[in-house]
């Protein structure tokens, strides 16, 4: 069959036309399925977090206060001791020979005293009848003068020597537990110098935290409420996440802001009977928050961030989303306060937000509440 130039095009733009046609009627996409939470108000109870220390109540570091070399540790690494137990000695037979040697030097300034008083007084009385050279009663006077002082000199000496014999033996401070020794028998250590161990108290235990200076009037209410660690108003959380089991109370607030972080340090005291809280950790303090108010709680997971700003999809008109910024509050398990932004009732997509954008007409699954 012959076609002219016309008939060829005429069939090729009729077939143009029919893809064309075909192409135009296609059906659109279904619109994309996605969950639906209702908001609501609920309880607004919820923790404040804030970074913290645990620190012990009292803690001192021992150090030598004379030199020489350590003959003797009486304590176990790690364990606990008492008030007033010995801990090392350094050089103790040193150190008594010295004591004994001095005691022996003041006995002598004793007896030199005895003589120059006899000496004196003989010759006092032989000057009241001029029997004696006015020169003689004034060296002897000289002497017992010397022999004064020289007393003296051996009793500060006694007293010298005695005080390195104490310091020769280090006992603790207080009730505690000490940690492991920096220094082993026969190290040579000098007075104020490095530090030999550490004991501290662990029964109870301190919590410090900083909070901003806005915040000091209520801790300051808290505290004189008097809230008892019954109360579980602080807990702390620890490294692993897990809720330390005893309670909190406040023992103090510091005297003073700290004026280039704006802060305010606070102290808290816990139980620590079973010594599972260790000086040195690091923890989050919990502060509970009783909100008798109601607010409105959203899922964490229907939030989307962007640029640091918050923003949520909200059902609107025809089933369309409409993208609205939120300012959120505190997160509650797996919700999270919304301050504003949101009404009561107002439905917004818990489920697929990735998916959406604005204006994006969506078909609406049972909400959730």
Not at 279 to 303: A, F, Y
Not at 336 to 345: A, F, T, Y
Request: overall charge neutral; glycine content about 6%.
């Amino acid at each position: 069959m012959k076609y002219t130039i016309h008939t060829l095009s005429l069939l090729l733009l009729l077939a143009a036309c029919g893809e064309d046609k075909s192409k135009q009627q296609a059906p659109p996409p279904p619109p994309p399925s996605v969950g639906v939470y209702e908001v609501h108000l609920g309880a607004s109870t919820y923790f404040d977090l804030y970074p913290a220390n645990i620190v012990a109540v009292n803690q001192v570091d021992i150090r030598a206060q004379v030199n020489g070399a350590i003959t003797g540790i009486y304590f176990t690494d790690g364990q606990q001791v008492t008030k007033g137990q010995k801990l090392y000695s350094i050089d103790e037979q040193l150190y008594s020979a010295n004591y004994q040697q001095a005691k022996a030097n003041l006995n002598v300034a004793k007896a030199n005293l005895a003589k120059s008083q006899q000496d004196a007084d003989r010759y006092n009385d032989l000057a009241k009848h001029d029997a004696i050279a006015t020169q003689v009663l004034d060296h002897a006077l000289a002497d017992l003068q010397a022999s004064k002082m020289q007393l003296e000199a051996a009793k500060a000496n006694v007293n010298s020597v005695e005080t390195n014999v104490r310091y020769a033996t280090i006992y603790a401070p207080f009730n505690g537990t000490i940690g492991i020794s920096q220094v082993k028998l026969g190290t040579a250590v000098t007075a104020g110098g490095l530090v030999l161990n550490t004991v501290s108290t662990d029964n109870p235990i301190a919590v410090d935290f900083a909070v901003n200076e806005k915040e000091i009037y209520r801790f300051t209410q808290l505290q004189q409420k008097g809230f008892s660690a019954k109360d579980s108003l602080f807990t702390i959380q620890l490294p692993d996440d897990s809720v330390y089991p005893a309670s909190g109370k406040i023992a103090f607030i510091d005297r003073a802001v700290d004026a280039q972080t704006a802060t305010i340090k606070i102290r808290l005291v816990f139980d620590n009977d079973k010594h599972l809280l260790k000086p040195g950790m690091s923890c989050n303090v919990r502060v509970k928050n009783n909100g008798d108010v109601k607010q409105l709680l959203i899922p964490m997971k229907s939030l989307m961030e962007q640029m640091g700003e918050y923003f949520v999809f909200v059902i609107g008109d025809s089933s369309k989303v409409i993208q609205k910024r939120v300012n959120t509050g505190a997160i509650i398990n797996d919700k999270i306060v919304v301050k504003d932004g949101l009404s009561e009732n107002d439905q917004i997509v818990s489920d697929g937000v990735q998916r959406m954008k604005d204006g994006l007409k969506v078909k609406v699954v049972a909400p959730k509440k």
